[in-house]
């Protein structure tokens, strides 16, 4: 086991027993909202991604101020509302944050390179969206064809996946380019309510570096 990992997992350690006890509380959710210092997620309630129905809170957010920049603060994250893409059932999950609560849009699958895709043709794929993913031009919509492309890669980095989907007029007009993206995933430790006394970045923590 290299050191990064060994790191990694004696932190998420901590924050399992920073939840128990007296000594404060964690949660961990995908973050729909940023500005300065704060953030607003909705809330995990069982870490299963195969299971999305029972995946989330009832869409209420919890807002948090963030602590100072340093050791207890990770990386910034990025915001979303996409919260689930089912490609069998062609279905989108959209986070409204003004009616608080989750929309399903059906959806066209214009390509999914996960599936059914040639080797050479997927590893090209890939490789470039290493190249776009610096850029941070994801998810990259086509207003005209009202086409968005979606990328999506494992935690553990052993699954990478790209995926175009079509919307109907008047769905694709319901969210700004942005907003079609997934916010990351992250863990807060607090104890007292709204103010984070550690923040950690889960999605962009790479445990597979060595």
């Known amino acids: 086991m290299s050191r990064k990992i060994l790191l990694m997992l004696l932190v998420l350690a901590g924050f399992m027993l920073a939840g ?12 729909v909202a940023a500005g300065k210092d704060k953030v607003s997620i909705i809330i995990d309630v069982n870490t299963d991604p195969k299971k999305p129905a029972n995946y ?10 963030l602590p100072p920049v340093g050791d207890e603060r990770g990386a910034e994250p990025a915001v979303g509302l ?16 003004k009616e608080k609560k989750f929309e399903t849009y059906p959806i066209e699958v214009i390509e999914d390179i996960n599936r ?22 994801f998810p990259i919509v086509d207003e005209a064809k009202k086409t968005i492309q979606l990328f999506y890669r494992r935690l553990d980095g052993t699954q990478s996946r ?14 700004q380019k942005q907003e079609w993206g997934a916010g990351d995933e992250v863990r807060i430790y607090y104890k007292k309510p709204g103010v984070a006394e550690r923040f950690m970045n889960i999605t962009k923590t790479d445990i597979t570096r060595r």
Do not use: S
Not at 20 to 31: L, M, R, S
Not at 87 to 96: E, F, G, L, R
Not at 123 to 137: G, S, T
């Open 20 to 31: 128990c006890g007296d000594y404060g509380k964690v949660e961990q959710g995908t973050v």
């Open 56 to 65: 989330w809170t009832d869409g209420t957010p919890h807002d948090y101020v």
């Open 82 to 97: 996409c919260v689930n893409l089912d490609v069998a059932k062609k279905t989108i999950t959209m986070y409204n944050p």
């Open 116 to 137: 059914g895709v040639r080797l050479n043709r997927r590893q090209e794929v890939l490789h470039n969206v290493k190249v776009i993913r610096k850029a941070n031009d």
């Open 162 to 175: 790209l995926t175009t989907i079509k919307l109907a007029d008047a769905d694709f007009a319901r969210y």
